[in-house]
């Protein structure tokens, strides 16, 4: 992988291929390094492509300077759709959630901004302006939106009985903006709940204080409300897996108390635990055994919390709108991303499993994670039988994908062959990805006798099965549109990983730059 990204339009003919790393891809006289492969027509004179290289023209080495870079479109493989922008001038856009019609809000990761878009203007003020830590993978991160209007739960518990709609917001709180960059300690990863008024998020309420540190990676970030109207939170283990003695959460048998990280917690619009509530020391014993009952690991706090544990790091979460459940996407350690089905007390498996495989003391590969090996199950974290570890649907093995965005295609607006189908998105290639489900939804479904028929993807060209689209930078986030039914995807300029000296020829970009992004929406070609 080539150490820079570049942005060039070019022009190219109908059929094109390109190849991983060393493989180049051909449009007219350039030949281009790039990051990715995909086979297909598409019959548009130019287009925008998102590469990690250099550009050779009649054998001439041409290397391209970062202020040439020019910006059109992405691409997709089904030329029955196109893609238009609705949004940019965005500074590092991590989520976003969807007010009304045409009024979108969106995150800001470094400068910790709620940003409003209405009928695709980019509003100059924004709605909300706090002090972050932004150090890495912190800052502005995550959103929800419950608006008793327009709730498609017509049996919603929010206790919001008002017009005015709730804002969810998770961001890693500190005393002055980026003073984490400065040694200083981050407050906490938070998360509030706001008020919209007169174009403004006030009153905030705690609802959760969940550690921050060692940090400053494996933040998480997503929050989705489910079919149940409570709110779920994928937060990865910050860290935690560089202590000394980790946490049980991350299945270290004799580690630390879980204390909210690593996990999926689920909990109500007021902050508590679906089942068993954090019980002041003044209220009623009553109220207290009312609130006990069904917990999944626990009823104690924070453990009454967990949906789901053994997380390393997850940006992506939505739920099947047919059958209700949850699934994930989780990122790996230069291996071994995840696509799972997330029942409850699911055991994620890290730090003792990753992708497919176990893990040893140094967290590399040692073999395949086996649900019929007995030494492997044994130690694992269970919390007395309440979790229970299940290898993922999907999972890549030395891949430069990183796994950013996720979202079940509830609609039929880009055609049946699409409706309730997975789409994932790639924060390295900005990729797209799409996905069917088995028969009772419990699996993925690859072509019989496919590369990827073995849930693996080992090499670059197997993608081609899934690739929906590419050229979109680095991905954040991907949203269905509740009432258009449109895909939006959320994204970066470009593309790839945080910057580290240990790997050095990985494409990369600074968590705490200012990089531009983007909202595209993919409608019809017809419309």
């Known amino acids: 992988m080539l150490n820079n990204v570049f942005i060039i339009t070019v022009t190219r003919a109908q059929n094109y291929m390109s190849f991983i790393e060393k493989g180049v891809l051909t449009i007219g006289t350039a030949i281009i390094f790039v990051c990715c492969t995909l086979n297909y027509t598409n019959s548009d004179a130019t287009a925008n492509y998102f590469v990690y290289a250099s550009v050779f023209d009649n054998n001439v080495v041409e ?3 970062e202020d040439d870079e020019v910006i059109l479109n992405p691409i997709l493989k089904n030329s029955d759709l196109k893609v238009e922008e609705v949004s940019n001038g965005l500074d590092f856009p991590t989520s976003m959630a969807f007010l009304g019609p045409d009024d979108i809000l969106v995150l800001e990761k470094n400068e910790g901004t709620v940003r409003r878009i209405l009928n695709g203007v980019l509003l100059e003020e924004p709605l909300l302006d706090v002090d972050v830590a932004n150090k890495g993978e912190r800052g502005m991160l995550g959103i929800a939106i419950a608006n008793n209007n327009n709730n498609n739960n017509s049996n919603s518990n929010s206790g919001n009985n ?75 283990d910050v860290g935690g897996h560089d202590l000394e003695n980790p946490h049980t959460i991350i299945n270290n048998k004799n580690g630390l108390e879980p204390d909210g990280r690593a996990g999926i917690l689920r909990f109500s619009q007021d902050g508590k635990a679906v089942n068993n509530s954090r019980i002041e020391e003044n209220e009623e014993k009553e109220q207290e055994e009312e609130e006990k009952g069904d917990s999944i690991l626990s009823d104690k706090y924070p453990l009454n919390l967990y949906y789901a544990y053994g997380i390393r790091n997850s940006f992506g979460l939505d739920f099947d709108p047919v059958t209700g459940k949850l699934w994930d996407v989780e990122t790996g350690r230069n291996f071994g991303e995840e696509i799972n089905l997330v029942e409850p007390g699911f055991n994620s498996g890290w730090m003792k499993a990753q992708g497919i495989w176990e893990l040893n003391e140094n967290l590399r590969k040692e073999g395949i994670a086996s649900l019929n090996d007995t030494t492997f199950l044994s130690e694992l974290v269970d919390f007395d039988g309440k979790g229970k570890y299940s290898p993922p649907e999907f999972a890549s093995d030395k891949m430069p994908i990183t796994t950013s965005g996720m979202a079940f295609f509830h609609s039929h607006r880009l055609g049946k062959q699409y409706e309730n189908d997975l789409f994932v998105g790639d924060f390295v290639n900005g990729m797209i990805f799409d996905f069917d489900l088995n028969e009772d939804r419990t699996q993925l479904s690859f072509n019989r006798g496919g590369p990827l028929e073995d849930k693996v993807v080992d090499k670059v060209e197997e993608l081609d099965e899934v690739i929906f689209g590419l050229g979109f930078g680095g991905i954040t986030d991907i949203k269905i549109g509740p009432y258009d039914g449109y895909l939006y995807v959320l994204s970066l300029d470009r593309g790839g990983d945080e910057c580290k000296p240990s790997h050095p020829g990985r494409a990369c970009i600074p968590y705490s730059s200012t990089v531009e992004g983007h909202i595209f929406r993919i409608i019809p070609a017809a419309t």
């Open 162 to 236: 008002s017009d005015t709609p709730y804002v969810f917001l998770y961001y890693t709180e500190s005393e002055k903006e980026g003073d984490d960059d400065d040694g200083k300690e981050a407050k906490g990863n938070r998360l509030y709940r706001y008020e919209l008024e007169n174009n403004k998020l006030v009153n905030p309420e705690l609802l959760l204080d969940l550690p921050a540190a060692p940090g400053p990676t494996h933040n998480g970030g997503k929050i989705v409300i489910g079919p149940d109207d409570k709110l779920y939170l994928a937060i990865g």
């Open 63 to 65: 290397d391209l300077d």
